[in-house]
């Protein structure tokens, strides 16, 4: 495939440490991804840039599965991730190390489970179905669209599908989608003086305006979650399986508050996550009709005009390489955050207590050393051969190890329907030519919002 083919996606030019700082308070947006040095692309690890903590960055496969693999006594979750999530969603799965952690995943692993994807995959069909009349409109009408608030509002309506058996048109559903809205555009922005002058574990105040929506939220939930207390007989959904998981040892199930807290983090990650990456896919695929029309073809070729089932998703390899791909150049958790809670070493790197040790999906994925052309779209690359030589460890949208994402399968299932029930039916064009630029706040979002027009394929 020569280079004059190949789509180089947006990205952010990569410069030395300070002008790339100089670049973000300019911006004056805590845009992460503009912060990180060219070296972050080349080293095994390195500093990013300068702080009072130590920020440190890896990049070398055997080393982030050594940090990730921790059980939490020597990298435990980043103070700063838990300070910004703990209002919102208490002492959950996200943010807990050790035993507890232990306890909660292993009591909500089935909810999960290959056998509950395939059942939560009717769910997630009605939720497509109302988009594409959504589309029909708007391919009607001429208008052009939000892709952003589009893909927003299509994956939280298949997680309240999906957990609470609700569609998000239903009152309180909906609410609880605004208020995470505003959450993740509060919540998310870095302070970057505070990065770079404060120690590590000072505890950051939130705007009042993300505390509020955090009550907001919790109240809502709560109201989804009450009738299942109530009348669990009712319902077989995920929050069924949650409300019915038993620790081993004691027997004892979650209690209200730890419920909301454990269905909070399956709203947040569930929905924002498969939001930003889908937007990625759908721009990627408005700027490549001739890609558009080779997925078109397969997914005509395996399911013609039905309706595309659980079964259809591992026989449609391109719709699935389309999506790996876009999650390699644009993972939706760009950085994965953890502590040194005491001095230690990692390979040949020493660290002192209270360093953040940072991994990067985002600059292990497009690393010079582990990926040709890393900065070119190539869904090849997830096909076979080639899928083949990718090396161990250099490809974690999901996170690896013990900790590696308890949605993963569920994210790609939904991911492959929405791509295919769409793509089958609409092309996309851009609606004007402003620059895409890619951003890092809570997921890996565009700075500012895409739209496009719809038409009828």
Avoid at 77 to 93: F, R, T, Y
Avoid at 159 to 166: V, Y
Avoid at 248 to 261: K, N, P, Q, V, Y
Wanted: with cysteine; charged share 20%.
């Amino acid at each position: 495939m020569s280079d004059s083919t190949v789509l180089y996606p947006p990205h952010p030019r990569p410069l030395p440490a300070l002008p790339a700082l100089g670049r973000v308070l300019w911006h004056g947006d805590g845009n992460l991804l503009e912060l990180l040095p060219a070296a972050a692309y080349r080293f095994d690890h390195g500093n990013l840039g300068y702080s009072r903590r130590s920020t440190v960055l890896f990049n070398q496969p055997d080393l982030v599965r050594e940090i990730l693999r921790d059980d939490g006594s020597r990298f435990p979750k980043s103070d700063l991730m838990v300070n910004a999530l703990e209002p919102l969603i208490g002492q959950s799965i996200f943010v807990t190390d050790g035993v507890r952690w232990k306890r909660q995943r292993a009591m909500i692993d089935p909810a999960f489970s290959q056998l509950r994807v395939s059942h939560a995959f009717g769910a997630m069909q009605s939720a497509v179905a109302d988009h594409l009349v959504f589309l029909e409109e708007q391919a009607g009408r001429g208008e052009s669209f939000s892709l952003d608030m589009a893909m927003s509002h299509l994956t939280a309506d298949v997680i309240c599908r999906t957990i609470f058996s609700t569609p998000l048109s239903a009152g309180v559903s909906n609410d609880v989608f605004e208020d995470f809205t505003e959450f993740e555009q509060s919540v998310a922005q870095v302070d970057i003086f505070r990065l770079i002058f404060q120690k590590a574990w000072t505890d950051v105040p939130q705007p009042p305006g993300v505390s509020a929506a955090c009550e907001r939220i919790r109240g809502h939930l709560g109201d989804l979650l009450d009738p299942h207390l109530e009348h669990p007989e009712r319902f077989n959904d995920i929050a069924s399986d949650v409300i019915a998981a038993k620790d081993a040892e004691t027997g004892a199930a979650f209690t209200r508050d730890e419920l909301i807290d454990q269905l909070g983090v399956f709203f947040l990650a569930g929905h924002e996550t498969s939001a930003s990456a889908l937007t990625w896919v759908f721009y990627l695929l408005a700027v490549q009709p001739d890609l558009v029309q080779r997925l078109r073809t397969e997914i005509l070729n395996v399911v013609g005009r039905e309706p595309i089932h659980f079964s259809h998703v591992k026989k449609l390899p391109l719709v699935r390489a389309v999506f790996r791909e876009t999650l390699r150049l644009y993972p939706p958790i760009t950085f994965i955050p953890r502590v040194a809670l005491q001095d230690c070493s990692v390979g040949k790197r020493t660290l002192r207590r209270g360093a953040l040790v940072m991994i990067s999906p985002w600059t292990l994925h497009r690393h010079r050393r582990y990926w040709d052309k890393p900065g070119a779209f190539i869904p090849e690359r997830f096909l076979a051969p080639g899928e083949s030589s990718i090396e161990e460890g250099t490809y974690i949208p999901f996170g690896v190890g013990p900790h590696t994402c308890i949605g993963a399968g569920f994210a790609q299932a939904e991911a492959v329907l929405i791509i295919a029930e769409v793509i089958r039916r609409f092309n996309f064009t851009r609606a004007d030519n402003r620059r895409v630029r890619p951003a890092a706040r809570l997921t890996t979002r565009p700075a500012e919002q895409i739209r496009l027009h719809c038409q009828h394929a």
